[in-house]
Nanobody, 122 residues
C-alpha cells in the first residue's frame, strides 16, 4: 500500500510564499508521475504541477495559472515531493493534494494523499 502524506499547508497573506511537502512511503524510483492537484470549495479538482521521471532528469508541467510562481521538485533520497509557491494569490486558496502513479504491465495505479489546506488572505 503506497501512502502519500502532505504537510506544510497554512494561512499566508497575498504575495507571500509557502512550501508544501509530500512524503511517499515507498521508493519513488518505482513511480512514474508525481504531482500536485488542488480543489477549491465548489470547484473540481485541478492539476497544479507534475514531475515525470525520466533518464535525463525528468520533466515538469504546470497549470497556466501557476506558471512562473510555483515550482515542483522531488528528492529521491528523501522520497519526497515539494511544491514551492511564491507570489500567492487569494485564488490559490484550496486543498492541495499530492498524487503519484505507477505503471504495471496491466494498469496504471493512482495514489492520493489526504490533502493539506492552503489559505491565502487578501
Amino acid at each position: 500500500q503506497v501512502q502519500l502524506v502532505e504537510s506544510g499547508g497554512g494561512l499566508v497573506q497575498a504575495g507571500g510564499s509557502l512550501r508544501v511537502s509530500c512524503q511517499v512511503s515507498i521508493s519513488m524510483h518505482s513511480l512514474n508521475v508525481m504531482g500536485w492537484y488542488r480543489q477549491a470549495p465548489g470547484k473540481q479538482r485541478e492539476l497544479v504541477a507534475t514531475y515525470t521521471s525520466g533518464g535525463s532528469g525528468g520533466s515538469t508541467n504546470y497549470a497556466d495559472s501557476v506558471k512562473g510562481r510555483f515550482t515542483i521538485s522531488v528528492d529521491y533520497a528523501k522520497n519526497s515531493v515539494y511544491l514551492q509557491m511564491n507570489s500567492l494569490k487569494p485564488e490559490d486558496t484550496a486543498v492541495y493534494y499530492c498524487h503519484a502513479d505507477s505503471k504495471t504491465a496491466w494498469a496504471t495505479l493512482d495514489y492520493w494523499g489526504q490533502g493539506t489546506q492552503v489559505t491565502v488572505s487578501s
